[in-house]
């Protein structure tokens, strides 16, 4: 607000930008855990691999259960942040009328920050498997194990 206040209302690109990544990185690490309660994926590979048979029923009716648990946590949990910034931009933008046009241009930076930020994370494993994957000495491996590091993230 004062950087608004002393560039007399002119846009910044070299102050608003670094803003912009730490509200981008701040919304990561707020999404890791709804994706641990949205995704499944790990569940279900666990119970197809499964090799116990006669307990079948039992263990599908757990797993039914518990996704249904986490998805009902994750959909109350998004809803209320989605209600909280909702209000708290909606009162932001009330209170300071004059620097609506910022706020508008930081959420369009931030929203493009973290369209581009993805592909980043999931290029850089796929650039260092490649010379892993081809390379026949000890580095290999370490490429290698790098690639799954980053991958992980």
């Not at 994706?35 to 039992?58: E, G, H, P, V, Y």
């Not at 209600?83 to 933008?93: G, K, P």
Request: aromatic residues 16%; contains cysteine.
């Amino acid at each position: 607000m004062h950087k608004i206040y002393e560039s007399k209302g002119d846009f910044d690109l070299e102050t608003q930008l670094p803003i912009a990544i730490y509200s981008t990185l701040i919304s990561y690490i707020l999404n890791f855990p709804l994706d641990l309660l949205a995704l499944s994926n790990d569940s279900i590979i666990n119970f197809k691999q499964s090799n116990i048979k006669f307990k079948i029923k039992k263990k599908a009716k757990l797993l039914i259960n518990t996704l249904l648990i986490k998805f009902i946590i994750y959909f109350i949990i998004s809803s209320l942040f989605l209600l909280f910034f909702w209000y708290y931009i909606s009162m932001f933008s009330v209170i300071y009328r004059n620097t609506q046009f910022h706020l508008l241009k930081d959420t369009l930076i931030s929203f493009g920050l973290s369209l581009i930020v993805p592909f980043i994370f999931y290029l850089l494993p796929g650039l260092c498997r490649i010379p892993a994957l081809s390379k026949t000495n000890n580095r290999r491996e370490c490429l290698y194990n790098f690639s799954r590091i980053l991958q992980s993230i």
